[in-house]
T-cell receptor, first 113, second 110 residues
Framework: NAGVTQTPKFQVLKTGQSMTLQCAQD?????MYWYRQDPGMGLRLIYY???????DKGEVPNGYNVSRLNKREFSLRLESAAPSQTSVYFC????????????FGSGTRLTVV | GQQVMQIPQYQHVQEGEDFTTYCNSS?????IQWYKQRPGGHPVFLIQ?????EVKKQKRLTFQFGEAKKNSSLHITATQTTDVGTYFC??????????FGTGTRLTVIP
């Protein structure tokens, strides 16, 4: 069972470049999430998709866009990367609602220079 | 805004000693979850607590949820080197509203 798969694992961008982080889950989960993790700040929610066809902003959405392509896939796009977006990005999925834990992908380590 | 505070930020223990991390929320939570992240890894779901005053155990790990549903703790008895990692609590205010604490990084000295 793959669980949640994220690509790429590592990426270096120049300021102003764009890129899309890909995420796919094979657990038939309804909800999917994008978090960023910075030292000393825990995990902060960027965007989430409660179900196929819906997306909503989280705590730190500025500078990002998302697409819930289908039930399996949820992508995160940086249109014009900035050094402040240097972080580790995690995708996660869950059954939805409040009764379930989240399954996380292995993360994408992004550096913007 | 909503905050979930976690202390301590770091903890070094000798192997065999006990370890506790504490989590406090500024608002009442519908439930609380705990995750473990190994160095270089991703968060892995450990457990969820829902009821006021609930206590759950997983082998050497004991999880508690406060009576007011605003605080929680994770206690590890007789730590082992395999316990190394960062432990996060995550407070749930409602559907898709999970706020992570800043985590406690545990180092176990053999």
């Amino acid at each position: 069972n793959a669980g949640v798969t994220q690509t790429p694992k590592f990426q270096v961008l120049k300021t102003g470049q764009s890129m899309t982080l890909q995420c796919a889950q094979d657990m038939n989960h309804n909800s999917m999430y994008w978090y960023r993790q910075d030292p000393g700040m825990g995990l902060r929610l960027i965007y989430y998709s409660a179900s196929e066809g819906t997306t909503d902003k989280g705590e730190v959405p500025n500078g990002y866009n998302v697409s819930r392509l289908n039930k399996r896939e949820f992508s995160l796009r940086l249109e014009s990367a900035a050094p402040s977006q240097t972080s580790v990005y995690f995708c996660a999925s869950s059954e939805g609602g409040t009764g379930y834990g989240y399954t996380f992908g292995s993360g994408t380590r992004l550096t913007v220079v | 805004g909503q905050q979930v505070m976690q202390i301590p930020q770091y903890q070094h223990v000798q192997e065999g000693e006990d370890f506790t991390t504490y989590c406090n929320s500024s608002t009442t939570l519908s439930n609380i979850q705990w995750y473990k992240q190994r160095p270089g890894g991703h968060p892995v779901f450990l457990i969820q607590l829902v009821k006021s005053g609930e206590v759950k155990k997983q082998k050497r790990l004991t999880f508690q949820f406060g009576e007011a549903k605003k605080n929680s703790s994770l206690h590890i008895t007789a730590t082992q080197t395999t316990d190394v990692g960062t432990y996060f609590c995550a407070g749930n205010l409602g559907a898709n509203n999970l706020f992570f604490g800043t985590g406690t990084r545990l180092t176990v000295i053999p």
